[in-house]
Structures are given as structure tokens and as C-alpha cells.
Nanobody, 116 residues
Framework: QVQLVESGGGLVQPGGSLRLSCEAS????????MSWYRQAPGKERELVAG????????NYSDSVKGRFTISRDNAKNTVYLQMNNLKPGDTAAYYC?????????WGQGTQVTVSS
């Protein structure tokens, strides 16, 4: 079955950096678009970044454009989110996602807290 396992979250000061990883299994990873979402307390889950199956096409939310970079290694079945110049507003649980037809698959999430 599809499994997505995120890691790399933690507590970081404003202006700091973190790199999230999501290791996938149970499906042909190289054939699927992957995305990162986040959800802050009391807010809806929002799309942060997406990457095509080949890694050529990427998209970002306006709030992270220029600070976050999504990438993937199809040989390792892993998608990454490099987060630089983190702000308190980036505090949220971050989720890895893929979709097959009408079905969305999610990891368990990794918490990112940006605070001094």
C-alpha cells in the first residue's frame, strides 16, 4: 500500500533553514507528481509546493516563492522541501502528498515551528 513518511521538521529561529524529506513506497514513485502541503492550527490545509514526476515542472504558493525549493530523487523514492529564511508564519505541520485518480494519499506529517 502507499506509504509516505516525512522527516526533518523541528524548531528553528526566524531566518533559519530546514530540509524536509518524504520517503515514498508502495507505488511507482517516478510516475507521480508529488506535493507538500501544510496546516497551521485553526487553518485549512494549504498547498505549499508541487513537482512533476520528472522534476522538470515545479510550482509554489506565493507565500513561499523564493524561499522554499521542492526537489525529488526518483532513485531514492524521496521528495524534499528545502526551506530557507523561515518566518513565524511558516509554523505548521507539513504533509507529503500524492494523488492517484480521485484518491489523495498523505503522510503522517512533520511539525515545523519557527520561533525565537
Amino acid at each position: 500500500q502507499v506509504q509516505l513518511v516525512e522527516s526533518g521538521g523541528g524548531l528553528v529561529q526566524p531566518g533559519g533553514s530546514l530540509r524536509l524529506s518524504c520517503e515514498a513506497s508502495g507505488f511507482s514513485f517516478s510516475g507521480y507528481r508529488m506535493s507538500w502541503y501544510r496546516q497551521a492550527p485553526g487553518k485549512e490545509r494549504e498547498l505549499v509546493a508541487g513537482i512533476s514526476s520528472t522534476g522538470i515542472f515545479k510550482n509554489y504558493s506565493d507565500s513561499v516563492k523564493g524561499r522554499f525549493t521542492i526537489s525529488r530523487d526518483n532513485a531514492k523514492n524521496t521528495v524534499y522541501l528545502q526551506m530557507n529564511n523561515l518566518k513565524p508564519g511558516d509554523t505548521a505541520a507539513y504533509y507529503c502528498n500524492t494523488q492517484s485518480g480521485p484518491t489523495y494519499y498523505w503522510g503522517q506529517g512533520t511539525q515545523v515551528t519557527v520561533s525565537s
